[in-house]
């Protein structure tokens, strides 16, 4: 072991003193004991049960002896996904979670943008007790924002339903048509405040030199927001719209809280649902097939997303 | 040289975890056959797991702990998720000694090898004669063995309004067909007023009115489960209530129990019930205004045949892997036919024994204060002996009961009809045999 | 349109409409996000009866102290176990994860060895993994090794987060010069000492940052717990106001107990991020930047 004056020395002399010297860094044993108590957890909790899953997918129940028969399960190479995509079920929840998405994704983000954007010019007031009013809702779990909620779209106990009701609209939040965008409405209502944050923590990032050209030149607030701002910022909007996709995607707790109290949502609503469902009806092969799917389809619209906009914005 | 030993360890660790945990849970074996355990008293003190949906089932069990300290009963409400937290615990091995089990779940759960026969304890053969017979009949699936106790039952009737009816002078119906006739009445006479509620989310209910109708949607020959769910039965029943619903002749915004059902009730917009025994403590305890103008009759007839359906009850099985099947049987047979036990069971959880002891019950002897002090009891007795006693459960009903809500409450909204719920529940029924590998057809 | 030669008054008119229509929006927004909290703060002051019987946005009989006992007083004070149970999972939970996620970070930050870019291109990748799509095929191996229906369900895949390393990592980057580790190198400090003397205290608001990411999404998980746990003692708030609600048309007592624990159980998560905001700032910048 070289003594501590010679390898000062060393440092000193190695140009740009970014030069890493052998054994100037930490042993190998050491690097080990700082990652494996995220990576054993890790391995165990994620990449584990995802192999997992791949393998009960291809495994297929068999049965033998009698009307009731004893169970075993065998190999059965694509037989679980092949039922998966001849599933009509399967279809209409990736369909409706789809147009769900299409719908809910660009409003949710757009509202926003709007608000963040909007605290970032000198045309409010009050800026701070908007900006905590608009992240309170991320406070809130999924499943007792559903609860609120559903208390207000609830035909006997809503002020909402009560007031629509006195001006003549007669709303039906959980009808077969509208349960759908109330479910949407739960997730907007959970998710703005907190996408509104990361956009405007971009936007405040940005310097202010960047405006005063274009202030000299003229330009309203209104141009300078989405011509140079929004730009800027793109990659924070690209970064909210990945998370609401791979969220959307997922979607569980808000619809099955409406499930406990209206008859419009069927118990293969979601594709999680589904999942969950034929879990609960003792067939996890099938069930972990969905679950493939699902991850799968996450991962390529998500994934896929992020690379076409980053080709396009030139990134 | 650090990094590739740094990485060959993270390697090796990420290799071992898989292999550890992979080894760990091998593939299902088959499973053992669900076959007669032995049956020898513990010595010392046991402790059993009881898990229940019955309100006030922790009071009747508070009763067997006190007089019996060497068996203690531990009780677990799984109202929420009943089946799923069964299954749960089946497949994690933590299943309880003695569960709720409903009739209809019981074919489920013998698929899922969930049961021990409780035969070789003489107690529990000998409870045989204890029970009203079709539920003899569906706990030892037709007496192969002791599976569980019929616990209680829910032999459907009409309740009636009569204030309702007399206002607008119309005889209270003993038949589907003047039940239709009286619904357009009362709708005609007010239009806020509807004869009864749908509830398109009950397949329990509707598998009630389909048992009336005879409809054998379950049978098993030619080593097949013969499946019948669309059956002209079935179709009979379904093609009545969807006339009602396209009429608009009955609510189908109301799931039965729920707050919104007793306002609909309460500002008396709803002139009759379809319900079970069970049911009577609901409108008692909810609705306490209206009483001295509610009735019980016997349940509308198809036409000549007075036969009458079964809404639920359930029974108390006897779970795989309890370590304790004496004391089990014991506790069980306590339970279902003593009738201190079967008197709290139905003042407190308004439950309807399956028992015959239970039938002889006091409480069931005599009027009900709510209906007039009527001996509405006498009804449900007599129902209960034109229950059909060879109607049969499938092996996946929870899975088509579920199919079956989806596409009823889809009808209930206007997409499709009742017997297109049905067909779609008779094709959810044959996949889902197929995807448990269950031999199946579809029958006739 | 907007001019500049015009004088000052004209612009001022013209952003005097603009603010007042800003200030209108904003207001609107607000009415909406603060709807359901405010008619969950009505209706957990009601009596059960007054729920569908009075105006849902007014007062009526106020009987909030009765509404509360109820709620903590059913089935024997289940509510206060869930309520531990919440703290268990997401606060304890989110400490540990914070600990060893930033010990990760650091690493992968700090430490040049080879296959440390591979490395942190998988822990990206489990960022991209839905966790409701683990929580099937994690239910399965727990049964399996029976910790299925335990607090260590719920607990241990609650303390892997991915995006934790990720910010971790970016933080170490930023807070923790170089230079300091080397000189504590050059003064024969351990690497282990290093880090929990120096970063640590460097990178400590980044780490309240990272511990607040984790417990919110451990807070919001609903699917794990509900797939994992049967047993009700062992509920976290969400799973067993869920519950509640799905019994409510048997009981309808159980109702204005969902409401009020609803309300009991977000407002002092409300009050703490509204004091924390400042660390989910930094938190997405950070984050949004990449």
């Known amino acids: 072991m070289t003594d501590i004056a010679t390898r000062a020395a060393r440092v000193v002399q190695s140009p740009g003193g970014r030069r890493r010297l052998n054994g100037g860094g930490p042993r190998a044993g050491t690097i080990f004991a700082f990652v494996i108590p995220f990576f054993l957890p890790f391995v165990l909790f994620y990449l584990v049960p995802v192999g997992y899953a791949l393998w009960q997918s291809v495994r297929v129940v068999r049965r033998t002896g009698g009307q009731y028969g004893t169970s075993y399960t065998t190999f059965g190479g694509f037989d679980q996904y092949e039922k998966v995509f001849q599933n009509s079920e399967f279809w209409s929840s990736v369909g409706r979670i789809g147009l769900f998405g299409i719908v809910q994704v660009p409003v949710m983000l757009f509202v926003a943008l709007v608000i963040a954007l909007l605290l970032d010019t000198p045309l409010l007031r009050l800026k701070s007790v908007f900006r905590i009013t608009a992240f309170m809702p991320y406070a809130v779990p999924g499943v007792i924002a559903a609860i609120m909620w559903s208390y207000l779209y609830s035909p006997q106990l809503s002020p909402v339903v009560d007031l629509l009701n006195g001006i003549g609209l007669h709303p039906d939040f959980l009808g077969p048509g509208a349960v759908l965008w109330s479910a949407a409405n739960i997730s907007t209502w959970l998710w703005t405040g907190y996408n509104m944050l990361i956009m405007f923590s971009a936007l405040q990032s940005i310097p202010q030199e960047l405006y005063e050209a274009a202030k000299l030149d003229g330009a309203s607030n209104w141009a300078i927001a989405w011509q140079i701002k929004v730009p800027i910022i793109a990659p924070s909007i690209i970064l909210t719209t990945v998370f609401s996709i791979i969220g959307t995607l997922q979607l569980y707790a808000e619809p099955a809280v409406l499930r406990q109290i209206s008859s419009n949502i069927s118990s293969t609503f979601t594709p999680n649902m589904l999942a969950y469902a034929v879990a609960s009806g003792n067939n996890y092969q099938q069930a972990a097939a969905i679950s493939v799917v699902i991850a799968v389809i996450t991962f390529v619209l998500s994934f896929g997303f992020m690379r076409l906009t980053s080709k396009r914005a030139g990134l | 040289m650090s990094s590739t030993r740094t990485r060959i360890r993270l390697g090796a660790v990420a290799v071992a975890a898989s292999v550890a945990v992979l080894a760990g849970c091998s593939s299902s074996s088959p499973s053992t056959k669900t076959s007669a355990a032995s049956c020898a008293p513990a010595k010392g003190k046991v402790t059993l797991q009881y898990w229940n949906t019955v309100p006030g089932m922790d009071k009747v069990v508070a009763l067997w702990n006190k007089k019996n300290p060497n068996i203690q009963v531990d009780t677990k409400n799984i109202s929420n998720d009943q089946y799923g937290t069964l299954s749960n615990a089946l497949k994690a091995g933590k299943a309880p000694d003695l569960s709720q089990v409903g009739y209809d779940e019981l074919p489920n759960l013998r698929t899922q090898n969930a049961f021990v026969d409780a035969s070789a304890c003489s107690a529990a053969t000998a409870a045989k004669s204890k029970f009203v017979p079709w539920t003899w009949s569906q706990t030892s699936f037709g007496n192969t063995g002791v599976f569980a106790l019929p616990q209680d039952t829910g032999p459907m009737a009409l309740y009636v309004r009569s204030d309702i009816f007399k206002k607008y002078d119309i005889a209270i119906p003993t038949t589907w067909d003047e039940y239709a006739a009286a619904a357009a009445k009362l709708h005609k006479a007010d239009s806020k007023l509807d004869i009864t509620f749908f509830d398109p989310n009950n397949a329990e209910w509707f598998n009630g009115l389909l048992w009336q109708n005879d409809s054998q949607m379950y049978s098993y020959s030619g080593d097949k489960w013969q499946v019948t769910v669309a059956s002209a039965q079935s179709k009979q029943v379904a093609d009545y209530w969807q006339k009602l619903i396209s009429g608009k002749l009955v609510r189908t915004d109301l799931a039965n129990g729920s707050t919104q059902m007793y306002a609909a009730y309460q500002k008396d917009q709803i002139a009759s019930y379809v319900g079970a025994a069970w049911g009577y403590s609901m409108f008692r305890d909810n609705l306490p205004k209206q009483s001295g103008k509610w009735t019980i009759v016997p349940m509308p007839t198809w036409g000549s045949n007075g036969a009458s359906g079964d809404w639920g009850g359930s029974t108390v099985a006897f779970m795989k892997g309890s370590k304790h099947l004496y004391e089990s049987v014991e506790f069980n047979t306590w339970l279902n036919t003593d009738p201190e036990a079967l008197a709290l069971e139905n003042q407190l959880g308004g439950l309807y024994p399956a028992a015959n002891a239970g039938l002889q019950l006091p409480a069931l002897s005599k009027g009900v204060p709510y209906y007039n002090n009527e001996k509405i009891f006498d009804v449900f007795a007599d129902s209960s002996k034109k229950i059909n006693t060879s109607f049969a459960w499938g092996p996946t009903q929870k899975t088509v009961n579920l199919a079956l809500q989806d596409a009823m409450a889809k009808a209930a909204a206007g997409d499709g009809t009742l017997y297109d719920a049905l067909t779609t529940a008779q094709a959810a029924a044959l996949k889902s045999m197929k995807d448990q590998a269950i031999p199946a057809a579809a029958g006739k | ?290």
């Open chain 3, 1 to 290: 349109m907007n001019s500049l030669s015009t004088s000052g008054r004209s612009v001022n008119r013209e952003s005097q409409v603009s603010r007042t229509a800003a200030m209108a929006l904003m207001l609107l927004l607000a009415i909406y996000f603060l709807l359901p909290i405010y008619f969950l703060i009505v209706a957990a002051t009601k009596p059960q009866g007054d729920l569908a019987a009075t105006n849902g946005l007014t007062f009526s009989h106020f009987n909030l102290f009765e509404n509360l006992r109820v709620l903590f007083t059913r089935s024997d004070g289940i509510f206060g176990r869930w309520a531990l149970n919440t703290v268990i999972y997401a606060v304890l939970g989110a400490a540990v994860g914070t600990l060893i996620s930033a010990l990760c970070g650091y690493a992968l930050a700090k430490f040049r060895f080879r296959g440390r870019e591979f490395l942190f291109s998988v822990i990206l990748g489990g960022v991209l993994v839905p966790t409701t799509a683990l929580a099937l095929p994690l239910f399965l191996l727990f049964s399996a090794t029976g910790i299925v229906n335990t607090y260590f369900a719920v607990f241990l895949p609650s303390i892997v987060s991915p995006f934790g390393v990720y910010l971790a990592r970016i933080f170490a980057n930023a807070a923790v010069p170089q230079e300091l580790l080397e000189s504590a190198r050059l003064d024969g400090a351990g690497e282990f000492r290093t880090f929990f003397s120096v970063a640590f205290k460097l990178m400590t608001p980044s780490l309240v940052t990272i511990f607040l990411f984790q417990f919110v999404a451990i807070w919001n998980n609903f699917f794990l717990p509900m797939v994992m746990l049967q047993k009700e003692s062992l509920f976290p708030i969400t799973l067993g106001l869920y519950e509640w609600n799905g019994q409510t048309a048997r009981a309808p007592l159980l109702q204005e107990s969902v409401i009020t624990g609803s309300l009991v159980s977000i407002v002092p998560v409300i009050i703490l991020f509204i004091l924390l905001q400042r660390f989910w700032r930094t938190g997405l910048a950070a984050g949004s930047l990449k």
